[in-house]
C-alpha cells in the first residue's frame, strides 16, 4: 500500500482545511486507516482513527467537534488554531487494534506527510 497525502497549506486561525489521502496498491476496503499528526519538538499523535472493528471513526479529544474523516480518506478541518500547526500523515494498518487502540505501528503503511500551518 502507498498513501500520498495532499492538501496541507496554510490557514488562518479560524479557517479550514481539507487534507487528502490517496493510495495506490491494496484495496484499503480491509485496513483501519487514520490520520496522525506531529507539530515540532512533539510526539506523533492520533488525530482520527477508522476502525473495522465496528465501523467507528475515533477523533483526539483536540480535534472533536472540530475535525472530521470521511470515508474517503479526507480529512476536514475547521475552526483551525495555532495548536493545529504540524505535518499531518495519512496511516493504514490491517489491523484496528494495533493503530486506532495500542500505537502499534511496526506493520502501518504511512504518507510521507503534508504541512498544515495556521498562523495570524
Known amino acids: 500500500v502507498q498513501l500520498a497525502e495532499s492538501g496541507g497549506g496554510s490557514a488562518q486561525p479560524g479557517g479550514s482545511l481539507t487534507l487528502s489521502c490517496e493510495s495506490s496498491?491494496?484495496?484499503?476496503?480491509?485496513?483501519?486507516r487514520g490520520w496522525f499528526r506531529q507539530a515540532p519538538g512533539k510526539e506523533r499523535e492520533l488525530v482520527s482513527c477508522y476502525s473495522t472493528l465496528d465501523g467507528s471513526t475515533t477523533y483526539a479529544d483536540s480535534v472533536k467537534g472540530r475535525f472530521t474523516m470521511s470515508g474517503d480518506m479526507s480529512l476536514q478541518m475547521a475552526s483551525l488554531s495555532t495548536e493545529d500547526t504540524a505535518v499531518y500523515y495519512c496511516a493504514a494498518d490491517l489491523s484496528a487494534t494495533r493503530l486506532c487502540r495500542r500505537a502499534m505501528y511496526e506493520h502501518t503503511f504511512w504518507g510521507r506527510g503534508t504541512q498544515v500551518t495556521v498562523s495570524s
Open positions: 496498491g491494496d484495496s484499503l476496503e480491509y485496513y483501519a
